[in-house]
């Protein structure tokens, strides 16, 4: 929903076509920023409810872009696209006349948001099948505008705090979900909340681990016999071997030999230098936002 500063509102889009606001609604959603600013605040950035929430962005012109979701929505995710959406709509109508808006003069703006919520979509179909072995990497250009022009480091500061910085800060294009995971001691649903959120700002790419062995031969014998492998391991390495070539990804060898990805890790770890490690961009990530 958009709505003015003085309460009209001239956008409204729900993916059933069912209307939730009315005028007597959108002077109350706006008269409770009018509230929030009596009390110090600089913005309200959310009203929750019983079963559902309204999500606040206020946009740097005359409008006042909302969402309302459900309480199980995941926020800090919508609150990106929230964020984004209202940026559109302001490059979009640039002069929005509080006393001569009217929403017919906006109807076309459902067509952003059609494209932006397939683009969103897709990125979280992508993201929400990933593993604990996808190595997470900045795009370098896209973070900096991001962050100069969108503000996205403000708005990422409010929404995750100081865990959130961490994860940031441990993003390198090098460490995957896994080993991010171990070196900070954060639970992976936290660091993949963290990622998702900035492939939705399309300031992420996104790796699958592939390992590669050489072929079996006698050094590589007299290196195992070297390093001692317990029987399980060795039996498990040499199921593996003829898979890990570099084009295959470590989860999907993982399903075929019907172990964990975990466990596959730990197995391939101990060979040390003898793996190596092949990164496989996942480029449905890779397309430029709606």
Known sequence: MVLTSGGVPIF??????SRKLDELLSGFLTAITSFASEFGERS?????????????????????????????APKKILRAILVDLSRKFIIKY????????????????????ERAISYYDGVLT???????????????DAYDFATDS???????HRDFGGSGNR?????????????????????????????????IWGVLEISVMAPELKGEDARFDAFLDLIGLPQKDYQL?????????????????SDKLGVTSE?????????????????????????QKA
């Open 126 to 140: 992508i993201t929400s099948s990933l593993s604990s072995f996808v190595v997470p990497s900045l795009k370098r």
């Open 150 to 156: 969108q503000g996205l480091l403000d708005q990422f």
């Open 237 to 253: 390495l040499k199921r593996a071997m003829p898979l890990c070539n570099g084009a295959k990804p470590l989860v999907e060898i």
């Open 263 to 287: 466990r596959l890790y730990e197995v391939l770890g101990k060979l040390g230098d003898e793996v190596k490690w092949r990164h496989l961009q996942v480029t449905g990530l890779q397309g």
């Open 44 to 72: 309200v950035q959310s009203l929750s409810f019983e079963g559902s929430e309204l999500l606040y962005e206020q946009a740097e012109s005359e409008v006042l872009c909302i969402f309302l979701t459900d309480t199980s």
């Open 94 to 113: 640039p002069d929005v006349n509080s006393d001569l808006a009217i929403e017919d003069a906006y109807t076309d703006f459902r067509e952003d948001v």
């Open 12 to 17: 409204h889009y729900s993916p059933d076509g």
């Open 167 to 199: 994860i940031l800060g441990a993003v390198n294009g090098l460490d995957s979900i896994y080993e991010i995971r171990e070196a900070l001691g954060i639970e992976e649903y936290d660091i993949q909340e963290v990622i998702e959120y900035l492939a």
